[in-house]
């Protein structure tokens, strides 16, 4: 068995991956893959993949979903254009490498961007607090949890001013009140389903009240919702299994569970990190993500003795990034609770040896 900790794409529940496999051989006699997108049974899908994003994050009336293309990183230029109004000024909080490409896209965009808020004096390993929320502003907009560096937002800002998130390495993994926020967006990698899609849930006040003299068909949230997320020919296998993921989530006892297991693997791994001498923690306790678990060894000349450990155990995807060095173990909904102990207990015999 291998105990996948890569940061993405997502490690899915094996039942949704069967499902998946077993359509791309035969959907409704054709494959998922070769099935028009304009056929009555994807568009089933596609509205079922959308109601189901409301029923699992109890999305309130006056908001509306879509499954578009592009990433977050397309997101960042989405969210810029359908949030400028008359100000053309926004409020971004920098907590790292996402959160700086959103700045950067904004920018490209015509957003006047005020940075009120950062922890990038620190290689963002804390999420800032005791900041001032600008009012000048035509919204505010952070990243929930920072893949890269593993830090993450334990509360969201508050602010009467539109509020924008990008959700893409958290959402579904804990509980949220949609109706704080004028505009989430997630690429679907992470937690929902195969790369490809992108989720965006927008308040439907929101749609259509863009200032920006530059506005693509494509980027326009309005143009899509009204189109039923069928502007265009939409990433059809990747919504699929999507909906097959929150099928299962929803089966398994929703979001609130999902919590409760993540919070579990997490304590799990974080209680090692900080009693055992051999590794340390690469960001502030306080600010610590229940999604990516970063962290380093007090000696990297055992690095090589380290690795070949957790290679042998059948351990994936745990270098960290080249941003933060170290080891990042990615904890996604899917990954069980089984792989957490066999690093951990790869971790204690590695601290025996030494």
Not at 64 to 82: C, I, P
Request: charged content about 20%.
């Amino acid at each position: 068995m291998k105990h996948n900790f890569g940061a993405g794409p997502c490690i899915l529940p094996q039942d949704v991956f069967k499902e998946a496999a077993e359509a791309v051989l035969d959907f409704n006699g054709l494959s998922i893959l070769e099935v028009s997108h304009r056929h009555k049974d994807f568009v089933a899908v596609m509205d079922e993949a959308i109601d189901l994003v409301k029923k699992v994050l109890q999305v309130p009336a006056g908001y509306s979903v879509a499954f578009l293309q592009g990433g977050a990183t397309l997101g960042f230029s989405v969210a810029a254009l359908n949030m400028q109004r008359q100000t053309k000024r926004a409020g971004y909080i920098n907590t790292g490498t996402w959160a700086s490409g959103a700045i950067k896209e904004a920018k490209k965009v015509g957003v006047d961007v005020d940075i009120f808020a950062s922890s990038e004096d620190r290689n963002f390993c804390y999420i800032p607090k005791d900041f001032q929320i600008p009012t000048a502003v035509d919204y505010i907009h952070f990243t929930s949890n920072n893949t890269i560096y593993g830090t993450q937002f334990k509360d969201f800002p508050k602010t009467d001013l539109p509020l924008v998130c990008d959700m893409s390495s958290d959402i579904f993994s804990r509980t949220i009140n949609v109706a704080d926020f004028d505009l989430i967006y997630a690429g679907a990698q992470k937690n929902l389903g195969p790369a490809g899609a992108t989720l965006y849930i927008v308040k439907d006040d929101a749609l259509g009240k863009s200032t920006s003299p530059f506005m693509p068909t494509y980027l326009d949230l309005k143009q899509q919702i009204d189109k039923e997320s069928m502007l265009n020919t939409p990433p059809v296998f990747s919504v699929y299994v999507s909906m097959l993921n929150l099928r299962n989530l929803l089966a398994n006892g929703g979001v609130d569970a999902q919590q409760q297991k993540n919070e579990e693997k997490a304590s799990l791994i974080y209680q090692e990190i900080d009693n055992n001498p051999s590794f340390r923690g690469a960001v502030d306790q306080a600010d610590r993500s229940n999604m990516n678990v970063t962290f380093l060894l007090t000696d990297e000349s055992r690095s090589g003795e380290f690795d070949s450990m957790w290679k042998d155990a059948g351990i994936v995807g745990l270098p960290g990034h080249r941003s933060v060095g170290g080891y990042r173990a990615s904890m996604y909904n899917a990954l069980p609770l089984e792989s957490v102990r066999v690093l951990v207990d790869v971790m204690k015999e590695f601290n025996r040896k030494g």
